[in-house]
């Protein structure tokens, strides 16, 4: 059965961006070393320069999973992939489709019935493997709806001190995490908590 693995950078103190909406200092663990992990899909193609460790642990993730999941917020910052999300198919939560989606031969594809009705169908696209979440709201959404299996967070060493943040508008608290696996990167420590049912 797939698993539901919620993917995100963050700061230290809890923000996926800064006020501005700004993500370079979050993300920036992606270019602080020599080992170069290329990204490819049919619309996308770059390369990143991280840690050795942080290649270790990006090797080890990226065959777990089989789709991903974000919001419409995410999918409009990524310029929607370009249609194809290098993870594997995507699925949008979103309230309304944007113009001009879908497209032919994209793999995004837009759910409008809920977060239950986009993991599942995610979970169906990516079996045997796991599910990939991006968006601090669609993680929200998926612990408060007690469909998160997994999370793991890549623990950017900066203090941003404002923007949006990770986990806040959580309804069932608290929410008990397992012990972690823990990578030490170069300006990023990657953590990865299972979250135990309640």
């Known amino acids: 059965m ?3 693995v919620a993917l995100m950078s963050m700061s230290l103190d ?21 080992v170069e992990f290329p990204i490819k899909s049919p619309t996308m193609d770059m390369t990143f320069r991280v840690s050795p460790q942080s290649a270790d642990h990006l090797r080890s993730l990226m065959p777990e999973v089989g789709a991903m999941l974000t919001g419409r917020r995410t999918f409009d910052r ?10 594997g198919p995507a ?14 031969g ?18 169906a696209a990516a079996a045997p493997k796991s599910v990939g979440v991006h968006g601090a709201q669609t993680i929200q959404q998926c612990l408060n709806a007690g469909l998160l299996d997994e999370i793991h967070i890549d623990l950017a060493a900066v203090l941003l001190g404002d923007g949006p943040r990770l986990f806040d508008h959580l309804a069932n608290t608290p929410v008990v995490l397992g012990n972690p696996r823990v990578v030490a990167g170069v300006g990023v420590t990657h953590l990865r908590y299972p979250v135990h049912a309640s």
């Open 91 to 104: 699925f949008v939560v979103t309230h309304n489709v944007p113009d001009g989606w879908p497209r032919p």
């Open 14 to 34: 809890g923000f996926v961006a800064d006020a501005t909406d700004g993500v370079d200092e979050v993300f920036d663990w992606y270019f602080s070393g020599d």
């Open 2 to 4: 797939s698993n539901v």
């Open 106 to 123: 994209s793999t995004v594809q837009f759910v409008t019935d809920g977060i239950e009705s986009a993991v599942a169908q995610a979970k």
């Open 78 to 87: 990524a310029g929607g992939w370009g249609g194809q999300h290098p993870w």
